[in-house]
Each structure stands twice: as structure tokens, then as C-alpha cells.
């Protein structure tokens, strides 16, 4: 008797040792988000992805948070037990999730697609919402990303395309029929860059020039 007792005490000792393998003391993970270059209007996908696991990710919510005045929301594809609400506010979007057994594998929590609306770069920046289940200790590293918006050479307006309207403004700026002001857009500073195509340090009427060509198909790059 005293041995079964023994034998049963020690079963039961076993099997909670199998349940508390369950319940992680501390749980690390680290939360990653890509990072892009793109040209103006050009559309890209960034990753958002929980790896490096150390025990297993029970519950999860994520905020990115990103410049509505560089970059726009076109998709927040979902997966690995998350969902995401890319309404949530002007300038974030929140993936959040949960798991009974734990993440314990590298997974990739939402596929979210960005698009560019201004030349700049802008940050992706991360920040986990929920700490911890219980007792565990959760030590997360975030790692932000971050979107480059290229400005189109010639696109002096920033409107993504390359066209008369951007010679007729260089035309008009190196005729001095225009004066820009710095509370007006674009200024001057911001044209050089796109604008001076033929990389000679001045907007002039040869810049002007090139870009009709381009826009006419009569060069094939500027
Ligand atoms: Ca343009
Ligand atoms: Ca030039």
C-alpha cells in the first residue's frame, strides 16, 4: 500500500511537473517589423513577426505606429491566431492575438501593406500592450522598421508622376514668375533633389527640358 501510495504521489508529481512545463516562469520573445524603400505611389509589404521565442507566447497586442503624412494603410492581413484593426487610429494600426498552447516557433503575425504618399522616411515603431499572463515574467525586445518614400526624379511636385506639370513648374520657378514661400509646398529646397535631373546643382530650363523628353518617351530615363 505504502508503495502505491508512493508511486501515485510520485505519478502526481510527474504530471503537475508536465502541466507546469506549460506555464512558463518567463517567457522572451522578440517582435520584428520590416523596413522598406519605395518610390512615391509605389505599394510595399512589411511583415510583423514574433520570433526568437523563449517558452511560448500566450497573448499578444501590438501597435505600429507610422507617419500618415508618408505612408498610408492599404492592407493588414492577419495570421498566426491575430487579428488587426488597421482603423484603429489616423496614424496606427493593432495586431492582436492569442494562443492556448503558446507560440513557440518564429510566425509571422500580420502581412501589412504600405503605400507612399510623400517623399521622407518614416518610422515603423512597435509597442506591445499586453505584459504578461499571470505570474510570467515577459521579457520582449521590439525591433522597429521604418519606410523610405524616394522622391521620383524629375517629380518636382510630388505627386508620384513625372510630367509637364513638373517642367512647367521648373520653368516658372527659373523664370522667377513664382515665388514660393517657405509656408508654401513645395519649396524651393525640396525641388532640388527630384528636380535637377541633369545633377548640375541648379533648376533651370535644361532640367525642364529632360523631363518633357522623358514625358514625351524621347529618353527613356532621367
Ligand atoms: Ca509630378
Ligand atoms: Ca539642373
Not at 510566425?107 to 512597435?126: H, K, M, N, V, Y
Request: glycine share 10%; proline share 3%.
Amino acid at each position: 500500500m505504502r508503495i502505491a501510495v508512493l508511486l501515485a504521489v510520485a505519478l502526481m508529481a510527474v504530471g503537475l511537473a508536465s502541466v507546469r512545463a506549460q506555464q512558463w516562469d518567463t517567457i522572451s520573445y522578440t517582435v520584428t517589423i520590416g523596413s522598406l524603400t519605395l518610390d512615391l505611389g509605389q505599394e510595399g509589404q512589411v511583415e510583423l513577426r514574433i520570433v526568437d521565442i523563449g517558452g511560448g507566447a500566450g497573448a499578444w497586442t501590438i501597435d505600429v505606429t507610422y507617419d500618415p503624412d508618408i505612408v498610408s494603410v492599404v492592407e493588414c492581413a492577419a495570421a498566426g491566431n491575430s487579428v488587426c484593426d488597421a482603423d484603429r487610429t489616423p496614424n496606427s494600426l493593432r495586431v492582436t492575438g492569442a494562443s492556448a498552447t503558446g507560440l513557440v516557433e518564429d510566425t509571422t503575425l500580420a502581412t501589412i501593406t504600405f503605400r507612399c504618399a510623400e517623399a521622407g522616411t518614416g518610422p515603423l515603431s512597435l509597442s506591445l500592450l499586453v505584459f504578461g499572463v499571470g505570474f510570467t515574467v515577459l521579457e520582449v525586445d521590439l525591433l522597429d522598421g521604418a519606410i523610405t518614400c524616394k522622391a521620383l526624379r524629375g517629380d518636382v511636385n510630388a505627386d508620384g508622376e513625372v510630367n509637364s506639370i513638373d517642367a512647367f513648374h521648373l520653368l516658372q520657378f527659373n523664370a522667377g514668375i513664382i515665388e514660393l514661400l517657405p509656408d508654401q509646398l513645395p519649396v524651393p529646397e525640396d525641388w532640388y533633389k527630384p528636380g535637377d535631373v541633369n545633377d548640375n546643382g541648379v533648376l533651370d530650363a535644361q532640367d525642364a527640358l529632360l523631363i518633357l523628353q522623358f514625358h514625351a518617351r524621347l529618353i527613356d530615363e532621367l
